[in-house]
């Protein structure tokens, strides 16, 4: 079991660690880094969340990380556990080692071949179907948030973080949740999310991947 940050060596805010090594990207709602647990000795991703910028109690944090850790699905990422580390959130997640949808996009010379695009399509709204069957919403799909694990499989990560963080925040509309070209015209007009934005936003990412634009 994963319990506290004692399972954990690694310090990616302390002054003698080595920071840079260990940084796997940084989103909407933190940094994420590789730590070790000293228990099993295996390598983990851990979010680490500004508990100041989220601007809700650490309670809630925990509530929605808790939610999360109860997902099983083969095409979401699997959550472990939650803690506080100083001035941070930490939320445990599986480590996944083949790169980002966004990554693939991105270093292609044009469209992604159709096979692929259908292969994760499928995954994906998979993995949204079991979320909204239980009432949850990703609200801030888009590619950076799809990675892919060793066997080319597609993973949602992220998912609910945006309405803990954001939406329960004192936020301007020009920060709201969802990255811009994945935001749905009614969304966009102030309406409440739900599961038809995520939806939208995984058609726009076919659209993008499939046209290469």
């Not at 993995?127 to 949850?136: E, G, K, V």
């Not at 070209?181 to 990412?205: F, H, N, Q, T, V």
Request: glycine content about 8%.
């Amino acid at each position: 079991m994963l319990a506290t940050e004692d399972s954990f060596k690694y310090d990616p805010y302390d002054s003698d660690s080595d920071q840079e090594a260990s940084l796997l990207g940084e989103g909407s709602f933190g940094a994420t880094h590789t730590m070790r647990n000293v228990d099993d000795g295996h390598l983990y991703a851990v979010k680490l969340i500004k508990i100041k910028k989220a601007g809700v109690p650490i309670e809630s944090l925990r509530q929605e990380a808790s939610r999360l850790a109860k997902l099983n699905h083969p095409n979401i990422i699997r959550y472990y556990t939650s803690f506080t580390k100083k001035k941070f959130f930490a939320i445990v997640t599986e480590l996944l080692t083949g790169g980002s949808l966004l990554e693939r996009i991105d270093g292609a010379a044009g469209p992604l071949p159709a096979g692929q695009i259908k292969r994760w399509t499928i995954q994906i709204a998979s993995a949204l179907a079991h979320m909204h069957a239980r009432r949850m919403q990703h609200r801030d799909l888009k590619p950076d948030n799809v990675l892919f694990d060793a066997r080319g499989d597609a993973r949602l990560i992220d998912l609910g973080l945006a309405k803990i963080v954001v939406a329960k925040s004192k936020v301007s509309s020009k920060n709201a949740v969802g990255a811009e070209l994945y935001r749905s015209p009614e969304k966009a007009l102030g309406r409440a999310y739900d599961a038809k934005d995520d939806i939208w936003a995984l058609g726009c990412m076919v659209a993008g991947a499939a046209t290469g634009k």
